[in-house]
């Protein structure tokens, strides 16, 4: 990381990597998450909640070697421990399209509703543009600096959905890749164009706060089994079961 990236993450709460992936990688992640929507049909993201006028995909580390490769990258991993500190494992892996010609305006939120505490920020999540985000398509709209703010924007605006006199458009060239702590206010504008919009998201959260998607209890024996001991760490599977954090996991907040 350089220290204007530091300094960016610090004060506005996100940094933006241009073309992070290559054409091959994007090819590979998409013919892949293409599948996936074929072989699951109505049932694509039912392992954790739909949206409006959206395409989802979730639990998706049990889907394929690739996803592992997503959640693991070095240079990604760093970025995200400036956010959280070094304690932290990956909350959730879900895929998010934004249907052609919607009129669904996801609401400024904090990722599951999460407030930093005493010790800090506790979520971050790393966006991949699968295709490129532009103001017609659904780019993913944020209030830099509201991290710091320590207040939900439900608690504060009339109307989360509207835009905000402070809010700034993340657009880009499919593969950039954006890392936001994500207690900064966020959400997501309409896709008015005729093709998806396609983003995949790998969550993180600080390793004492309960996963999005409780991995331990989602992946398939066997893919357990075939991770490395790195993998399983950051997938928190090397930790007891618990009720406690199955219960928790997949209660409140959006993901784009």
């Keep these: 990381m350089t220290e204007h990236e530091k300094r960016q993450l610090d004060e506005e709460g996100y940094v933006i990597l241009k073309d992070f992936a290559s054409r091959e990688f994007l090819e590979r992640l998409c013919q892949r998450l293409d599948e996936i929507i074929v072989e699951d049909g109505q049932l694509a993201g039912s392992e954790f909640r739909q949206e409006p006028q959206t395409t989802r995909l979730a639990n998706l580390v049990n889907r394929g070697e690739?996803?592992?490769?997503?959640?693991s990258i070095?240079?990604?991993?760093e970025y995200v421990?400036?956010?959280?500190?070094?304690?932290?494992?990956l909350s959730s892996l879900n895929y998010r399209a934004a249907n052609p010609h919607s009129d669904w305006i996801q609401p400024l939120h904090c990722d599951?509703?999460?407030?930093?505490d005493e010790k800090g920020f506790n979520v971050c999540n790393v966006i991949w543009m699968l295709d490129d985000f532009t103001i017609e398509n659904g780019a993913t709209r944020c209030v830099p600096g509201t991290h710091r703010v320590g207040r939900l924007p439900?608690?504060?605006?009339?109307?989360?959905?509207?835009?905000?006199p402070e809010e700034i458009l993340i657009a880009g060239k499919a593969g950039t890749v954006v890392v936001m702590n994500t207690h900064v206010w966020h959400g997501a504008k309409a896709n008015r164009t005729s093709r998806p919009r396609r983003g995949l998201h790998s969550f993180y959260c600080r390793r004492d706060k309960?996963?999005?998607?409780?991995?331990?209890?989602?992946?398939?024996?066997?893919?357990?089994a075939s991770?490395?001991?790195?993998?399983?760490?950051?997938?928190?599977?090397?930790?007891?079961?618990?009720?406690e954090a199955e219960m928790m996991s997949g209660r409140s907040g959006f993901l784009k």
């Design 74 to 77: 070095p240079r990604i991993l």
């Design 112 to 116: 599951t509703g999460a407030l930093p």
């Design 227 to 243: 991770l490395s001991p790195e993998l399983q760490h950051l997938l928190a599977l090397d930790e007891p079961y618990s009720v």
């Design 66 to 71: 690739i996803f592992a490769e997503v959640i």
């Design 154 to 164: 439900e608690d504060v605006l009339d109307d989360p959905s509207a835009p905000h």
């Design 210 to 224: 309960p996963q999005q998607q409780y991995q331990k209890k989602l992946l398939s024996p066997e893919v357990q």
């Design 81 to 89: 421990a400036h956010v959280l500190g070094p304690e932290f494992k």
